[in-house]
Structure formats: structure tokens, C-alpha cells
């Protein structure tokens, strides 16, 4: 007994849910399909920043896009989301760094964005008082923040499933075949047919890619955070550093989080990461260098999400190149969190309109495989 | 003194020096292993034996003839060439067998062929309304103090709970000459009848005379309030008095000190962070590795021994160990291994020992009511999380423990949920009409013990790092 519906998305991440919520407020009937829970994988336990600084320009339209949306995040899906805007900061480390920003700055200023502003050390030292003195300057992106990851996806999958998705956790999306117009795709004892599939699956989603004809240069990487104990209020914006690989967040409880995309090593078919603490120590000498503060904090916790990383480092998103009714959503590497809320809602303007004013035109498959549609 | 491990790589690392930990790193040693015993205390015997080379308490018949064998373990371990490092705190084990332990506030990597953790056991969660308060401790901790340091509680005292521990802490604290004014026992009056067809295995193990003397001598001493059903404690912020109800009565108590016990877990947080996999255990009500017949866990290379493998007690844990190292021995060194007991008497001996184990596990499986707690009861202490706030989670699609991290932050704090795990899993799943199995359990992570920024700072600094430094 098959089951239709007016599309099948797989994969329960922040991509995968935003797209099922945006597809029914766009009136459609979508099934989820989720092998694990939503949230489970990097969507769920990645550093929550919301972030336009130092994006990749290819990428900087759906991320601006994506900005408003988190801005009344909590219209949308009744839940606040954790979402806090207190700017994000790119802090040099020295003139050299502090050039190339200012270089950076002037490139986005010339194709017309401005969200990012050049600051001096002075105006550093006001964002972030707890900065080593020698720092002297940066970029910020004022409306940029940060919001909890788990408590996102869990928001958008609730709010889909509240209008009408069909929501399928804890079974693969298997058996994926197109015929007779129509995508099947099983999940555990059912099968669902759709004119439309967004393959959405993360980590999983170049083996669905390649499966269906469409190989792309991807790997599986795990990217590790730590969380420090509570220590006193020091610091609002999220900052991270221009040259070397650090992401430092306070919450509002005054745990601080540590990121900066050193890698685990993931074991994607058990769904599992081995941490590499040697590389973690090096975030660690990073903190204790340039936040004196830090130093007697105690590392609570260290763990690492699943997800896709491109060769190029930009997603794949946007339209197959050789099946009609297939579409991309994933390769988000390291940088999808912010982006989840807006690709969706252009994902669902794709599916339904055929096409979107955001322009997303660098992202398609087909810079790897000239279209044949 | 603290000194870190001699070397890189071992054979053999044991993590734990309790009876399981001793007799396994002993055993390992004696055979011709390079063996490390790393333990987080400051000298051996983990809980059972605490302080056995240095308790102020030198009158033998005050803790008990089984606490003393735990000197003839220490003493075969210092006979072998096994190298023991006392305050040492394992934060981290994964599936490559790297170890991660923090000695004197500095960090050291190691590597072993083979792992036996023996990191014993936890005391269960006791959420009764009232138990977050100052004055409300357990009654391992009060053991702790009363065998490393001599001290019994002389204020107003109420023990409250089951189990064989309870009625041992009891006996010692009566024979130091502490206090107790009352002991409310929990036990459920239905476990009595359920537990009667174990009871032969029981009365012929030596569990039974040595549980009968003591109860027997502590009920001498101390008015003992059996069938209690209903318990809090209450306060200013500071224990006032106990209330419990008992048959249909209810009674409220004056109380300075509190000491709750129900029974002790495996303390899985090393194990569950390595990866290996655990199944719910519906007699015992925890989490329990799955082990082959030798210890062995789902990890290749890493085997449990004592508590941690399943609530055994320390006989048990003593041949447990030494039957995971028999089969590290028969793995890296078999012709060594000839030298050794046979395994088939390893068995016996293990067998005999868990004798009368399934009658106590009946006997003291706690009731629903003091494990899983309801209204503004504190679950989680680290976030102060009651349960009223994990089942509005579950209202609004927290399916599990991993998921309800991101509604209420629980299991999050300092104590990686050893305090709040297995409430949380018992309370969700008998909201959700699942079984404990199904909710499971959270993911638990390193550093399984906190460990400071500084320190991780100063660990050795590895290739790729002088590289990276380099390319600038």
C-alpha cells in the first residue's frame, strides 16, 4: 500500500525539517523521513551560530535571506529557538589578519553587501572587553547571533508535523526509485510516492546522490565542539578568529562553548565519532591564549555531529541536473545551521514556483554535472 | 606523590583499583603483561575497601572481616610488577584504546592492547521530595567519611532505604559509636514473596548468616520502621525533619542528617563514552554492558570486571577481574597463561560467589514510587529540572533522554547525569508507555570527569600541530 503525497524529504535535519515546514505553508502535503530522530546529527549538536560574517559569497544571498527569517523565528514556529543577537566578531589576531579583512570588507562592500563592517581595536575592545590587548581589530556582522541547534530542529519538525507533514522517525528511506512520474521511497513497512524527493540527508546524502547518478565530491567529517561549567557573565557576541581555528561562545547560563571545526573521526554507519583530543588541546591553548578569563573553566563535556563536507566547501542546492522532481539540499559544510530556515523556504519556492528571487544559482549540482534535463 | 605513567603504550591498563581492579591488574601482572592500574582515589580499594592501607579505624571487628581481605589483594598487586598510579582520574577511553587521565592536575595519554575497566558502581538515584537539601546525603558518602577519616554522624540521624549496604553502614556506624535515631526501611512488602522461590540459593550463601547478624545486631541498637511507602524530607534550606508513612500512618521525624540508599548501579559513564553497548536490565533496574563469558564488551579489546559488568558484589567483582585478565593474558601472552588458574575454575568460583544474587536483586528491587518521582521533585540537580518539567517535555515531543537535552538541559551539568540518568529514562518511559530499553539512555561524552581548560591547554602538543603552526 503505497501512500501519496505532494512530496518526500528526506532527512530530519534543520534543512530537511524547514523545507517539510515551508512545503506545507506553501500548501503542500509532505512526508519526513528520518532514520534517526530529528536533530540527531550535526543539526542538533553543532555551536548554534547564526551567522552571515565570513561566508563564502556564493552563499551570502540565502544566508541574508535566511536572516530575516531568524529574526521573527518565533512567529514562525511558535518556539523562540534559543535565538539571541548579540553580533558576531572575527577578531585579528594581527595587522596582517587585520589587513586581509579589510580587504574582505571591501570586496563585499563592491558586489553591494554590507553586512559586514570593518572595526578597529577600540571598537573591538567594546564588543568584546574579555580580547588579549594585542588583537587589533576585526569585522562585525551586528545582526548575526546564535540559537539552540536541537531546540531549532526540534522547533521546525514540530511545527511541520503541527500542519499536516507526515513525520517518519527512526526508519531509512530506502528503495528510492522514480517511476510513472512519481518518487517511491520505503520507509521501514511503508512506501510513499510524491512527484517531488528533496534528498536532505547530510552525511548521507551524496550515497543517495550518487546512487540516483549524480556523484559529488564529498566526505563525511565530524566537527568537534566542547562545553565549558558555568563561569561568570564576560562576553555577548560570538567570536571567532580570522586566522586560526577557534569559535567562542557564552550562553546566557555562562557555560561557553568551544568550536572551530577541529575534526573527529566519524563512523557514520554506526553514528558514531572517536574525538581527537589532542586537536580539542589546541582549541584549548588557542582560549587560554586570548582569554585570560578562561583559564580555571573546566571542559565538561566534547562531542562532534555528523554532516557533509564539499571539495568547495558551498552546498549542493537547487534542482538535479538529470532527474526531473529531484532535489539537492545538503554539503552544508559546517556552515548549513543558518543557513536551514532560509534554504527552505526558497527549496519550497523551487518546488512549487519552479524558481526564486534568491539568487542561488552558484549552489546547483550542475557545476558538477552539466544539466541533461 | 603523583607521578604519570612510566611509559606510552602498556599491555594492559586497568582502570579501577577495587576488588575488580586489584585482582585483574594482579593477575595480569603476574603473568608477564606490562600492566598500569590507574585509580582516582588517593590509595586502593576503591568503595568496599576504602582506605584499606590507611584507615584511621585499626580495630578489625568495627569494619568487618570482609573489608580486610581487600589487604591481601593490595598485597599480592604490590608483589606483582604491575605500575598503580593513585590519583588518577581517566577522563577519556575510546575504541582505539587511547586513554586520557589526569594525575596531579596535568594530563597524560596512553595506550593499551587491552582494557579492563572495573570502575565499580554508583549509588541509585533517590529522588524523594526533599533529597536536593543540605543535611540529605547518601550513605555511601557517609561511609566514605566514616572509613577514610573515622567520622560517624552525631546529630539527629535517620537512615532511610534497603539493602545490604544499608544495614552494613548501619552496623559500622553503630560500632564506632555514631548516632541513628531511626532506620525506615522501603523495602516493598510484595518483594518478600517474590523474592521466597531465590530464597535457597540465599540461605546457603554467605551472604545469609553474615546479613542476618547484622540486621540482628543493628536492630538491637536502633528502632527499625519496616514497610515504609511514603518519604520526604523537609527544611529551611537545611534538613528539619523527615516525614514517612508506613502501614497507614504517617509520622514526621526531627532530623539533622538524612542518609538515603537504595542500592547501587554500575557506574557505565566510561564505558557508555567508549562506545560500548548497554542493555537495560529489568531485574536490577540499570544499565548493563553486554559482555561475553570472559568480560569482554561490544569494543574489541576492552573488557568489564566488578560492579560495572552488573551488580555482583566485591567476591564476584574479585574473580570477574581476574577472569578478564586471564583472557587479556590468553590473548596477547597464551603460553603464559598456562601458569594461571583454568578458566572452568575461574567459573566455579564465580558462580559460587554470585550465589543467593538473584534472591537480593528481588528482594530490594526498589519500589516505582521512590524511583520515579513526581511534581516539583528535583530530577536533575545540576539543572534543576523537576519531574513535572521532563513530562511537560514529553507533552510537547521530547521522545527520549538525548532529546529532552535540548528542551531542559538535563544530564548536561557536571555530573554527565550519573545523579539524574536513570530517573529520567524510568520517568519518560513509563509516560510514553515504552520500555526503559526503548527510551534509552543519554549519549554520555568526554571528558567523562571535568577537567580544567588549563590543563587541556598543556597537554603535549602533537605533530599536526606543529604543523599547523608552522604553515601559519
Known amino acids: 500500500m503505497t501512500t501519496n503525497v505532494d512530496a518526500i524529504v528526506i532527512g530530519g535535519g534543520i534543512h530537511g525539517c524547514s523545507t517539510t515546514l515551508h512545503l506545507c505553508l506553501a500548501g503542500l502535503k509532505p512526508v519526513l523521513i528520518e532514520k534517526d530522530y530529528a536533530g540527531r546529527h550535526a543539526s542538533g549538536v553543532n555551536a548554534g551560530g547564526v551567522r552571515q560574517l565570513a561566508r563564502h559569497v556564493p552563499e551570502i544571498p540565502l544566508s541574508i535571506r535566511s536572516m530575516g527569517i531568524w529574526e521573527k523565528i518565533s512567529d514562525l514556529l511558535d518556539d523562540d529557538c534559543s535565538f539571541e543577537s548579540h553580533g558576531q566578531v572575527l577578531v585579528a589576531e594581527n595587522e596582517d589578519e587585520l589587513a586581509v579583512c579589510r580587504a574582505r570588507v571591501a570586496e563585499l562592500n563592491a558586489l553591494g553587501f554590507t553586512h559586514e563592517e570593518l572595526i578597529d581595536s577600540a571598537e573591538l575592545r567594546r564588543l568584546v572587553p574579555a580580547v588579549a590587548e594585542t588583537c587589533p581589530g576585526g569585522v562585525v556582522s551586528r545582526r548575526d547571533g546564535a540559537a539552540n541547534p536541537a531546540q531549532t530542529t526540534t522547533a521546525f519538525r514540530r511545527k511541520a508535523e503541527q500542519l499536516g507533514a507526515i513525520v517518519r522517525e527512526g526508519v531509512a528511506a530506502s528503495n528510492i526509485h522514480y517511476s510513472d512520474g512519481l518518487w517511491h521511497v520505503d520507509a521501514g513497512s511503508e512506501s510513499f510516492a510524491a512527484p517531488v524527493l528533496v534528498n536532505a540527508a547530510g552525511a548521507w546524502a551524496g550515497r543517495i546522490a550518487a546512487a540516483l547518478g549524480e556523484p559529488v565530491p564529498v566526505e563525511t567529517v565530524a566537527p568537534m565542539l566542547m562545553i565549558t561549567s558555568r563561569v561568570p557573565h564576560f562576553i555577548d557576541p560570538v567570536v571567532i578568529l580570522r586566522g586560526r581555528k577557534l569559535s567562542f561562545k557564552q550562553f546566557k547560563n555562562g557555560t561557553v562553548l568551544i568550536g572551530g571545526g577541529h575534526l573527529a573521526t566519524p563512523y557514520q554507519d554506526r553514528n558514531e565519532t572517536v574525538l581527537d583530543w589532542k586537536s580539542l588541546a589546541i582549541s584549548a591553548r588557542t582560549v587560554f591564549e586570548l582569554f585570560p578569563v578562561m583559564r580555571s573553566a573546566t571542559i565538561v563535556r566534547a562531542w562532534a555531529g555528523i554532516e557533509a563536507k564539499m571539495k568547495d566547501d558551498i552546498p549542493v542546492f537547487g534542482p538535479s541536473s538529470r532527474h526531473k522532481g529531484l532535489y539537492h539540499q545538503f554539503g552544508f559544510s559546517l556552515h548549513g545551521f543558518q543557513l536551514g530556515p532560509g534554504a527552505g523556504a526558497v527549496m519550497a519556492e523551487l518546488v512549487v514556483n519552479g524558481g526564486t528571487q534568491t539568487r542561488i544559482g552558484d549552489l546547483g549540482i550542475d557545476r558538477f554535472h552539466p544539466s541533461t534535463l | ?472
Open chain 2, 1 to 472: 606523590m603523583t607521578v604519570a605513567p612510566k611509559r606510552g603504550d602498556y599491555d594492559v591498563v586497568v582502570i579501577g583499583a577495587g576488588p575488580a581492579g586489584l585482582a585483574a591488574a594482579a593477575t595480569s601482572a603476574e603473568a608477564g603483561l606490562s600492566t598500569l592500574l590507574l585509580d582516582e582515589n588517593a590509595g586502593p580499594g576503591g568503595q568496599v575497601f576504602r582506605a584499606i592501607s590507611s584507615t584511621p579505624v585499626t580495630n578489625r571487628s568495627q569494619l568487618g572481616a570482609d573489608y580486610w581481605v581487600g589487604a591481601d589483594l593490595v598485597q599480592s598487586l604490590r608483589a606483582s610488577s604491575a605500575e598503580v598510579v593513585h590519583r588518577a582520574t581517566v577522563w577519556s577511553l575510546d575504541r582505539n584504546l587511547d586513554i586520557a587521565v589526569s594525575i596531579g592536575g596535568a594530563s597524560a595519554f596512553v595506550k593499551a592492547k587491552r582494557v579492563i575497566l572495573a570502575t565499580g558502581a554508583l549509588e541509585r538515584p533517590f529522588p524523594i521530595p526533599g533529597w536536593t537539601l543540605p543535611g540529605v546525603m547518601t550513605a555511601g558518602a557517609a561511609q566514605t567519611m566514616l572509613k577514610s577519616s573515622a567520622l560517624v554522624p552525631d546529630g539527629r540521624t535517620v537512615i532511610a532505604g534497603q539493602g545490604p549496604l544499608l544495614w552494613l553502614l548501619a552496623a559500622q556506624i553503630l560500632r564506632l559509636g555514631g548516632r541513628i535515631d531511626r532506620i525506615l526501611d522501603t523495602t516493598a512488602r510484595g518483594n518478600y514473596f517474590a523474592a521466597l522461590p531465590h530464597a535457597f540459593a540465599f540461605v546457603t550463601s554467605p551472604y545469609f548468616t553474615k546479613g542476618l547478624s547484622m540486621m540482628r545486631e543493628v536492630k538491637a541498637k536502633v528502632q527499625v520502621v519496616s514497610g515504609v511507602t511514603e518519604l520526604s524530607a523537609s527544611g529551611d534550606g537545611q534538613l528539619a525533619s523527615v516525614s514517612y508513612v508506613a502501614g497507614s500512618k504517617r509520622e514526621t521525624i526531627p532530623a539533622d542528617l538524612l542518609l538515603l540508599h537504595q542500592g547501587v548501579v554500575p557506574n557505565v559513564n566510561l564505558a557508555m563514552a567508549a562506545g560500548i553497548e548497554h542493555r537495560w536490565d529489568d531485574l536490577q533496574l540499570c544499565w548493563s554492558p553486554v559482555l561475553d563469558a570472559n568480560g569482554n564488551s561490544s569494543v574489541a579489546g576492552i573488557a568489564i570486571a566488578g560492579d560495572g559488568a552488573g551488580i555482583g558484589g566485591a567476591n564476584a567483582a574479585v574473580v570477574r577481574g581476574r577472569i578478564a585478565a586471564r583472557g587479556a593474558v590468553d590473548a596477547l601472552a597464551p603460553a603464559a597463561a598456562a601458569k594461571l588458574p583454568a578458566m572452568a575454575t575461574l567459573r566455579t568460583d564465580l558462580a559460587r560467589a554470585e550465589r543467593g544474587r538473584v534472591f537480593l536483586d528481588t528482594l530490594f528491587r526498589p519500589a516505582p514510587q521512590f524511583r520515579i518521582p513526581q511534581g516539583d521533585t528535583i530530577v536533575c540537580r545540576c539543572e534543576e529540572v523537576t519531574a513535572m518539567d521532563v513530562l511537560d517535555s514529553v507533552a510537547i515531543g521530547a521522545t527520549g533522554p538525548n532529546q529532552l537535552k535540548a528542551y531542559r538541559r538535563t544530564g548536561m551539568g557536571p555530573c554527565q547525569g550519573r545523579l539524574c540518568g536513570l530517573t529520567v529514562t524510568e520517568l519518560m518511559a513509563q509516560a510514553r508507555g515504552k520500555t526503559p530499553q526503548e527510551i534509552g539512555y543519554y549519549r554520555l561524552r568526554a571528558p567523562v570527569k571535568p577537567i580544567t581548560l588549563a590543563e587541556l591547554a598543556a597537554v603535549p602538543k602533537s605533530e599536526s600541530d606543529v604543523k599547523a603552526v608552522v604553515r601559519g
